[in-house]
């Protein structure tokens, strides 16, 4: 069985509309109201987007009611659908704890809880029942004020034993105006030893040269081949690997045609950059990872030698995972070793 390591998927994505909707109907039936039966609610929490904006919009059904107490409930089955459907070894999950604490307190109230989160979330996801190497990554937010965001790269500073990373989210146009600010975090992360990734290049709106140096992988990026190939080279310089989450491009609107990401895969694999092949938010679109890759496959956009590269490559950018190779090299010795006896 090939194992798989999952680097780039959000928290409020990852719950899939049955588990959403069984929670509802559980615990917030005013939430779901509107829906007559489940096939309705699937068909709005998984249908196509017109921008990124929108699609963002529907995080906040879900962050609004991942909460201290209901977080163990949601991780819980994710790692099970992680474990029994996706055949996962590794797990980077990502999200903003500032999202998960109670709205009505105060900016600093907030930022004080934001500490028991990454607990709840890190014990949770370090479940023997389903044993997957799980990390954290905290998403500094494009919408939250420079304190907060300081404040999220302190507490992956703090938190080392659950967090690998930071990111950067919540809609890359809004970058802009903010970008200075934005590039002190990361230095400051980077100068704290955070490692870091960033959401940058997914649309034309959002690319932006001035962060690229600062980040160790790429979230999304697909712009950057498609549109700027001459940075490519820089990129592989670096050691950069784009995460590429190729269900995310359609439900955004981003890319009209799944097809139009031969040319993204074929440009990274031409200049030496590395692409791990992510789901993003796996929930919210219902396509879990072994579907991505074989989705690529069906539509020719990459071969199986490809494929495998991609999870080799995730592997190996995977911020904490600790052996180098994948999970098959090392059952592989084991195999040897048993079979020379
Ligand atoms: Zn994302």
């Known amino acids: 069985m090939t194992l798989y390591a999952e680097l780039h998927r959000h928290l409020g994505g990852s719950v899939v509309p049955r588990i959403l909707w069984r929670y509802f109907q559980r615990n917030s039936s005013d939430k779901i109201s509107q829906f007559i039966e489940y096939t309705d609610f699937e068909e709005f929490y998984t249908r196509k987007r017109n921008t990124l904006d929108e699609y963002l ?103 080392r034993e659950y967090v690998c990373a930071v990111d950067l989210a919540g809609g890359d146009r809004y970058y802009r105006e903010r970008l200075d600010e934005l590039v002190k975090l990361y230095e400051y992360a980077l100068s704290s030893g955070i490692k870091t990734t960033g959401h940058v290049y997914e649309t034309k709106d959002g690319c932006y040269q001035e962060l690229l140096p600062h980040l160790m992988r790429i979230g999304h990026g697909i712009q950057i081949p498609l549109l700027y190939p001459e940075l490519l080279p820089d990129l592989a310089k670096r050691n950069q690997c784009l995460e590429v989450c190729p269900t995310t491009y359609i439900k955004t609107g981003t890319l009209e045609d799944i097809r139009q990401l031969k040319l993204v895969f074929e440009r ?68 040897s070793r048993n079979n020379l006896k």
């Open 268 to 335: 990274c694999f031409d200049a030496g950059v590395d692409i791990a092949i992510c789901t993003d938010n796996a929930g919210l679109h219902n396509v879990r990872l072994p579907f991505e890759y074989e989705n690529l496959l069906t539509y020719d956009i990459i071969n199986f030698e490809m494929l495998q590269s991609c999870q080799d490559a995730a592997f190996r950018h995977a911020f904490a995972w600790p052996y180098g190779e994948r999970p098959a090299s090392i059952l592989n010795d084991i195999y």
């Open 57 to 159: 919009e529907l995080h906040t059904l879900v962050e609004s009611v991942q909460t201290e107490d209901s977080l163990p409930y949601f991780i819980y089955r994710l790692l099970r659908g992680a474990y029994i459907f996706e055949n996962l070894a590794y797990l980077e999950l990502r999200y903003t704890p500032y999202l998960r604490t109670p709205e009505d307190l105060s900016q600093s109230q907030r930022i004080d809880l934001m500490a028991s989160i990454v607990d709840i979330v890190g014990k949770t996801s370090n479940s023997l029942k389903y044993p997957i190497v799980t990390s954290q990554i905290l998403c500094m937010h494009s919408r939250l004020p420079y304190e907060v965001n300081k404040a999220i790269v302190d507490l992956a500073a703090q938190k």
